[in-house]
């Protein structure tokens, strides 16, 4: 019987940072576009040792005054080995044998040096370290400016940067407009019903079953059915449906019922499309009986 119902932090092209142990934040930025990177952790290396007597790296002489030395830091260079996807390192930088007050700056050496200094020294000051964080250039570069007199200069290497992933993350909860999308052709769905309520006379009870999307194509009397499972409470019998009331399937382009065993509950009279949005579920109709009612069922639809 079938019825119709009426943020990252960024590493700049030409972006120096320093941290002292004051705490005091520097920072200067020639203008170079940001690039949003992750800080990739590694065990200390030294990647310069400017020190005759403990040189790490190509050079073994003190900066003199006004010079800017060029340190290569992609590949391996002193005892780093530092990949060519870097955008930035993390480094603790220090002066040794300083010979008069003075600074250095350290500036990707892409870049003009920028106004900003990453250490201060004196003539009698011991190593003095700081923590400094510098983009790299276009070919994996940094510069070193010294001030005044004569400095060795140590750069040891704690972490690099490189570009963050700006792909699209895992998906999402879905919206509440996911109710109009297509469910794709050949996929299942399926949903367990169960239905309480208290009537007042004998009849016929209507209850509304929503797709978790829209079908392809809107549902049809032929393509709704009760499954051959338990006779007693349905008014059909289609063998197309094969699955189970714990297991529910349906063939492509089909919606089969799955009726409870418990043949004490209410009776499925049948069923109707929720015209004319037939393509987003379909209703049943139930026996209703004065008093307490309960009936449940399962079921499932492949898009086609």
């Not at 200390?44 to 403990?54: E, G, I, S, W």
């Not at 790296?57 to 530092?82: M, Q």
């Not at 007050?101 to 920028?114: N, Q, R």
Request: proline letters at 7%.
């Amino acid at each position: 019987m079938k019825k119709i119902k009426p943020a990252h932090w960024a590493i700049g092209g030409a972006l120096a940072i320093s941290l002292g142990l004051g705490g005091v934040l520097t920072m200067a930025n020639a203008g170079g576009a940001g690039q949003a990177s992750t800080l990739v952790p590694i065990t200390p290396c030294r990647l310069v040792d400017t020190r005759a007597d403990q040189t790490v790296g190509t050079r073994s002489t003190p900066l003199g005054t006004g010079e800017v030395a060029d340190f290569a830091v992609w590949g391996t260079n002193g005892n780093c080995t530092i990949p060519s996807t870097a955008t930035g390192i993390a480094s603790n930088v220090t002066s040794v044998n300083g010979t008069s007050a003075s600074y250095l700056t350290i500036y990707p050496g892409d870049a003009a040096k920028p106004l900003s200094s990453n250490l201060n020294w004196t003539a009698s000051s011991a190593p003095t370290p700081n923590q400094v964080t510098v983009g790299l250039s276009a070919t994996g570069g940094i510069k070193a400016f010294n001030n005044a007199g004569k400095v060795d200069v140590v750069i040891d290497i704690v972490g690099y940067y490189q570009a963050a992933a700006v792909g699209a993350g895992p998906a999402g909860p879905a919206g509440p407009s996911a109710i109009n999308a297509k469910i794709p052709s050949g996929t299942t769905v399926t949903g367990y019903e169960s239905f309480s309520w208290i009537g007042v006379q004998s009849g016929t009870h209507y209850e509304d079953v929503h797709f978790p999307g829209k079908a392809p194509a809107a549902l049809t009397d032929a393509t709704v059915n009760f499954a051959n499972t338990f006779t007693v409470n349905t008014p059909e019998n289609d063998t197309t449906c094969t699955g189970t009331f714990a297991a529910p399937t349906a063939p492509a382009g089909q919606v089969c019922l799955y009726v409870d065993k418990n043949s004490n509950q209410n009776k499925f009279f049948g069923y109707g499309l929720t015209a004319p949005y037939g393509d987003v579920g379909f209703w049943v109709i139930i026996n209703e009986n004065p008093g307490s009612n309960f009936a449940s069922m399962s079921w499932a639809y492949t898009a086609p």
